[in-house]
């Protein structure tokens, strides 16, 4: 039954991650940007569900309404200010502009709220469970984030595929000349799935924050989390990287079963075992 | 035959070089007489300084001339580090023969890295640079006999067994570091200089042209690849013999030998053999400046690597390079007229 628990267990933290991932995949869907700060930026986001829930006293999903937007701003001004300037062929100015940024906000964010660990409390609704079956229960809250999840995926899916902004992504994504010849103006787009993307960061932080405590180092393993999820998935699929997401949080949870010691690395070691046995992934997009 | 086709001929070196190699010279003779003339905690800097240096000479060989743009070589200097105290501790072999034999067991241990994360490309690759140095963290931490996740220090008599007194061995671990920051100069410099290296200069400005020319591109970025992360071991055994300490944390720590390695070559110059010389000199000035800052030190210098990519993306030495055509290494061949 402590099996079936800990795939069950695994399966809902896979929803995080593929909200880790999501907006990983976005970006580079549409820019072939990776962006090295995203795990940070999902710190961020979690520090200012943290400040927001403890200053205003709201709940964290209602501070939602807040990290949201305020992170897709964010994203919409790092892109037109910076960002947009490193694209061009040369994959070394994104990296390393990203990189830079990742070292910024860690330590900007160790300068603030200092190295100790901090949680965003959820009152009851931490603790709420339902009962399933056969001795197990599964928390309200971790059943939450996965259907969050679930929503993110199929409305990035239907905005990527069926709006007229996934159009415009899918445009510049193509052929970026042509794109700004028929009237897009890519700096613009650019900025827009940036801010779509930091917007999933912002729900993905405050998750984060309310799950497991948090500390500004842990920026980097959320972003290796999301980048795992992405790969295992296949690159350009969206549904795929939730399914990442899932392998990814079994694996973890199989290990720590196993040994507590072996949590992340049965994560790492289930995607090194994809890469070397389907290395575009488990569901690579035609293209 | 006309004669102006005999009145030019092909040179590497220029007037600049060749002052360069004699100033070179002379800068060596000093820094190998340090031991006579500097302090302790001098000496302690210096050899750091020629640590980062060899770090950032080849991350420069790797993500400049061969387009690898590794975040993980972290893997190869905690890697080196961890061979040289289980070569010490188990083995019983002393550190001087521990750390060619760390740089060899890096460099196989890099083959079969290379051979899964090689699948990856570009910005991809990087971060896949990164989960490796992540699963030899946490297996690392897994050994208890090497002290598990709070490390293990070298055992007093392996230290002593390298030389009788204090200074001595002060003076060794000196000269080791030194020679090291000179072994990897000269590797990357014949490298350069020979045919593999005009095939890397060649991937670097254009991978199509140079596939079309019959280079096989796979082949060459898996020797650098390879060939780095050996001499990255070795520098990683040399930086934990100088601490005498190591735990999983501080030997694959991405803030101290990738962020700052990355930084060093930015802001001196990606893709010159110089840059990542002046890029450590500003480097450590800047840290020996504001170090007091702790965490403001870290930002500012995030502020500056970004301000550097983004209005000089060729570094110091790259935009000096560009404006006057100096080179101190002689890398790349001139036409010059003959004097007759």
Known sequence: MDWINAILQGILLGGLYALFAAGLSLIFGVMRLVNIAHGDFIVLAAFLGLTITTTLGLSPLLALILVVPVMAGIGYGLQRLVLNQTLGDDILPPLLVTFGLSVIIQNGLLEIYSADPQKISAGALETASVALPGDLNIGVLPLLMFGVAVAVIAGLQWIFYRSALGRAFRAVSDKQDIAQLMGLNKAHIFGLAMALSLAVVGLAGVFLGIRTSFDPSIGPGRLIFGFEAVIIGGLGNLWGTLIGGIILGVSQNIGAQINPGWQLLAGHIAFLIVLAVRPRGLFPRID | ?340
């Open chain 2, 1 to 340: 035959m006309t004669t102006s086709a005999h009145a030019y001929s092909i040179s590497r070196s220029s007037t600049a070089s060749r002052v360069a190699a004699v100033a070179g010279v002379l800068v060596l003779i000093v820094l190998v007489s340090a031991p006579l003339w500097a302090g302790r905690a001098d000496m302690r800097l210096l050899s750091e300084i020629f640590l980062y240096l060899s770090l950032a000479c080849l991350w420069n060989l790797l993500a400049g001339y061969a387009g690898l743009v590794s975040v993980g070589q972290q893997a190869f200097v905690g890697f080196g580090g961890y061979m040289l105290f289980a070569l010490a501790i188990f083995a019983g072999l002393s550190p001087l023969a521990a750390i060619p034999l760390a740089g060899l067991l890096g460099a196989v241990i890099a083959v079969p890295v290379a051979l899964l994360i090689f699948r990856l490309r570009g910005a991809y690759f990087a971060i896949g640079t990164w989960v490796i140095a992540e699963v030899f963290r946490l297996s690392f931490a897994q050994v208890s006999a090497l002290g598990g996740g709070s490390g293990t220090s070298l055992p007093v008599a392996i230290v002593r067994d390298m030389a009788s007194s204090r200074s001595m061995r002060e003076a060794t671990t000196y000269w080791l570091a030194l020679a090291m920051a000179v072994i990897v100069l000269a590797v990357i410099y014949l490298l350069l200089r020979s045919r593999n290296g005009l095939a890397l200069t060649a991937i670097r400005d254009s991978e199509l042209a140079s596939e079309s020319f019959g280079i096989d591109i796979w082949r060459n970025k898996f020797v650098v690849y390879v060939l780095t992360a050996g001499l990255t071991a070795m520098t990683g055994a040399l930086i934990f013999l100088q601490k005498l300490r190591i735990s999983p944390d501080a030997a694959f720590s991405v803030n101290d030998w990738t962020a700052f390695v990355i930084f060093i070559v930015v802001i001196g110059g990606i893709g010159t053999l110089e840059g990542p010389i002046i890029g450590v000199i500003v480097f450590f000035l800047l840290r020996e400046t504001l170090s007091d800052l702790g965490t403001v030190y870290l930002l500012i210098l995030g502020v500056v690597a970004i301000a550097v990519m983004l209005k000089a993306p060729k570094g110091l030495w790259g935009t000096l390079k560009e404006r006057t055509g100096l080179e101190l290494f002689p890398l790349a061949r001139r036409v010059v007229k003959k004097k007759s």
